[in-house]
């Protein structure tokens, strides 16, 4: 019998390994038990290894959750500490001796003495005082659409947050849109109707003819600024039936008539030929002052077609579906007509005495040490923003500002 320590494999110089030796003169049913055993040991490790790994992915999401608590921590009270910053910002600015803080402290006198009202309106019956100051509140409007726009230079941030403060209206359409939703609930409330007659309530029908004509265009697929989604899901939250049918068909009807792209800009090439110039609107006025009298009666629908090309011209620069195309732009460019800008695109410079003006360089106060310094203690020195002694206010909600004074060429007012 050959020993252990001469065997090899023929055809093999080289001796084989003590372990396989060993294996090749145990019997079979002894090296079977012993592959189980080694293959049992190998699951174990593997369930013990994934184990481990589940312990370290829960012991990873629960540092991550202790971190974003910390973190969520610290945001708020950074976003508290910069709302006390703006805060002391508002009041600083107020205190100082200039114009607009004492036209701000007019509006809040005015304020105090009407039932809380900011519009200021004003009549033939009111006092200069008073036109003086709903003129400046106008100002404040339109100075808040060149800001909403990129233009920052005509209001301070601490003059916006200090007008906010007082509940200044910016939009006096979104506000007197909100104040007819609210009479028309109570109406239907008391009536069970949404349909008002003009005898009734001329004001609430008017509201109600021009938000159901809206709706009307806005299914026809034509842009409608002044009905937004929201405003509709406003008025759908107190069941109002639009019943729009009759309006889409008195709305057809009369597109046709205005927008007869062809018959109407050959009116409008007869009458530039004949006056120089394309604005209709101001013959119109002379002539219904009784100053002179169109060659042709047609040149008085030219106003109601002026106004549909502007609207058409407004949803096609915004990719709305429109009855105008690029060709029949530049055909009234051609003419000299005068296009609106969509609201999305920045207003330019007026270069009014406003815009000329030098900033005053404004020495920055110690506020902005304090600010460091607690800033400092929550240990998220990191992630402070520049400070400036504009703090930036977030926008209002709404994307889109409207001309609160808008209105057709043929006098009615745009606003719903």
């Known amino acids: 019998m050959t020993s252990p320590q001469s065997h090899s494999t023929p055809g093999s110089r080289e001796p084989i390994d003590t372990l396989t030796r060993y294996l090749l003169i145990l019997p079979q049913d002894v090296l079977n038990s012993a ?4 293959s049992e040991h190998e699951v174990q490790i593997a369930k013990d290894a994934l184990k481990a ?11 991550n959750r ?44 005015w304020k105090e003495s009407n039932d809380g009202d900011v519009l200021v309106p004003v009549d033939k019956d009111s006092d200069e005082d008073t036109k003086k100051l709903s003129r400046w509140v106008i100002n404040q409007r339109s100075a808040y659409k060149y800001f909403m726009n990129g233009d920052t230079k005509h209001i301070k941030d601490h003059r916006i947050d200090a007008l906010n403060k007082i509940g200044f209206v910016w939009c006096v359409a979104d506000h007197v849109f909100q104040a007819n ?35 009307a265009n806005k299914q026809d ?3 409608q600024h002044d009905l937004t989604d929201e405003k509709i899901a406003q008025l759908d939250a107190i069941g109002f039936k639009w019943d729009f049918k009759k309006s889409r068909r008195k709305r057809k009807e009369s597109t046709s008539t205005a927008f007869d792209f062809d018959t ?49 011209y407004i949803s096609f620069a915004e990719g709305q579906p429109s009855l105008i195309d690029a060709e029949k732009i530049k055909a009234l460019t ?19 005495e406003a815009s000329r003006k030098k900033k005053p360089k404004i020495e920055v106060s110690s506020h902005d040490q304090e600010f460091a310094a607690a800033a400092a203690e929550l240990d998220v020195e990191a992630e402070l923003p520049p400070l400036a002694v504009n703090v930036h206010v977030p926008a209002l909600p709404s994307p889109h500002i409207p001309n609160d004074d808008a209105k057709f060429d043929d006098g009615r007012s745009t606003m719903i």
């Open 181 to 215: 939703v609210e009479e028309l609930k109570q109406y239907h409330a008391e009536n069970n109707t949404f349909d008002i007659s003009l005898k009734e309530n001329k004001k609430l029908s008017a509201f109600v003819s021009r938000v159901r004509s809206a709706y």
């Open 334 to 352: 051609d003419l000299g007509l005068e296009w609106k800008q969509p609201a999305h695109v920045p207003r330019k410079n007026t270069g009014g």
């Open 35 to 38: 592959l189980v055993t080694t």
């Open 53 to 63: 790994t589940e312990r370290g992915i829960e012991e990873a999401y629960e540092r």
């Open 221 to 223: 697929g034509r842009a």
């Open 66 to 109: 202790i971190a974003k608590a910390t973190h969520d921590g610290l945001v708020i009270k950074l976003s508290n500490l910069k709302a006390q910053f703006r805060e002391q910002i508002m009041e600083d600015g107020l205190k100082e001796s200039n114009r607009w803080n004492e036209m701000y402290y007019k509006l809040l006198q």
């Open 264 to 312: 109407q800009i050959a009116l409008l090439e007869e009458f530039k030929a004949e006056h120089g110039h394309t604005k209709v609107n101001k013959l119109i006025k002379e002539w219904q002052k009784g100053n002179g009298e169109p060659s042709k009666k047609e040149y008085r629908r030219l106003p109601v077609f002026l106004t549909f090309a502007r609207k058409e």
